[in-house]
C-alpha cells in the first residue's frame, strides 16, 4: 500500500459527460501528479500540483482540469468525455522529486 | 531534452534467465534515476533507483548499471521469474522548482516457464 488514494476505482460514464477523480496524497507529501494510461500504453504525464500550485503541465487536453485543496487533495475534472478518455487514471505524490508514490488508479471506461 | 528513450518495448525470457531493460536520455542535468514496476491493474512502484555517482547498484536480484558519459543506464534481472513478469519503466528526474519526473515509455516483461 503506496498510502494515496484513488476514488472512485471504477467509472463508468457515457460521451459527452463529466466526471471528477479524487486523489488524496501521502500524509505530508505536498505534490502531486496525475498521468494517463490507455491501454498497453505507457504513463503519459498530465499535471503536478505542488502546496496548491500548479506546477508543470503534460499532456492535459483543455477539456481536463485539475486544482489541489488546502488540505493537499487533489481533484482532475475530465470533460466533453469521448470514447478516447477511456484510460487507467493514476495519481501520485512526493515528498521532494525522488520517489512517486503511486495510487491505485482509477479506470475511466466512456461508452 | 527532456525525453527518456527504452528498450525493447516488449521482452521474453525464460525462467532462470537475465532480462535486461536499457534507458537513455539526453539532459546531463538528470541526477536520479529510478526504476519502477507495474503489474497489471496496478498502479507502479519504485523498484530500485541510481545517482549518478556510482556506476552499479545491486538489490537482491535486481541490478541497475549506470554510464555517465554515455547517458545509458539499466536494468539487470537476474534469475528472472514469472513472477517478474510485469511493466517496467525507467524514468530520470533533476531537482527543479517543480520536482517533474519524465518516465521512459515502458517494457512489457514476459518470464515464461
Known amino acids: 500500500d503506496s498510502g494515496v488514494t484513488q476514488t472512485p476505482k471504477h467509472l463508468i460514464t457515457a460521451t459527452g459527460q463529466r466526471v471528477t477523480l479524487r486523489c488524496s496524497p501521502r500524509?505530508?507529501?505536498?505534490?502531486v501528479y496525475w498521468y494517463q494510461q490507455s491501454l498497453d500504453q505507457g504513463l503519459q504525464f498530465l499535471i503536478q500540483?505542488?502546496?496548491?500550485?500548479?506546477?508543470a503541465k503534460g499532456n492535459i487536453l483543455e477539456r481536463f482540469s485539475a486544482q489541489q485543496f488546502p488540505d493537499l487533495h487533489s481533484e482532475l475534472n475530465l470533460s466533453s468525455l469521448e470514447l478516447g478518455d477511456s484510460a487507467l487514471y493514476f495519481c501520485?505524490?512526493?515528498?521532494?522529486?525522488?520517489?512517486?508514490?503511486f495510487g491505485p488508479g482509477t479506470r475511466l471506461t466512456v461508452l | 531534452q527532456q525525453q527518456v528513450k527504452q528498450s525493447p518495448q516488449s521482452l521474453i525470457v525464460q525462467k532462470g534467465g537475465i532480462s535486461i531493460i536499457n534507458c537513455a536520455y539526453e539532459?546531463?542535468?538528470?541526477?536520479?534515476f529510478p526504476w519502477y514496476q507495474q503489474f497489471p491493474g496496478k498502479g507502479p512502484a519504485l523498484l530500485i533507483a541510481i545517482r549518478p555517482d556510482v556506476s552499479e547498484k545491486k538489490e537482491g536480484r535486481f541490478t541497475i548499471s549506470f554510464n555517465k558519459s554515455a547517458k545509458q543506464f539499466s536494468l539487470h534481472i537476474m534469475d528472472s521469474q514469472p513472477g517478474d513478469s510485469a511493466t517496467y519503466f525507467c524514468?530520470?528526474?533533476?531537482?527543479?522548482?517543480?520536482?517533474?519526473?519524465?518516465f521512459g515509455p515502458g517494457t512489457s516483461l514476459s518470464v515464461i516457464p
Open positions: 500540483y505542488y502546496n496548491g500550485e500548479e506546477r
Open positions: 539532459n546531463t542535468a538528470f541526477d536520479y
Open positions: 501520485a505524490s512526493s515528498a521532494g522529486y525522488n520517489e512517486q508514490f
Open positions: 500524509s505530508g507529501d505536498l505534490s
Open positions: 524514468a530520470a528526474s533533476v531537482k527543479t522548482s517543480y520536482d517533474k519526473v519524465i
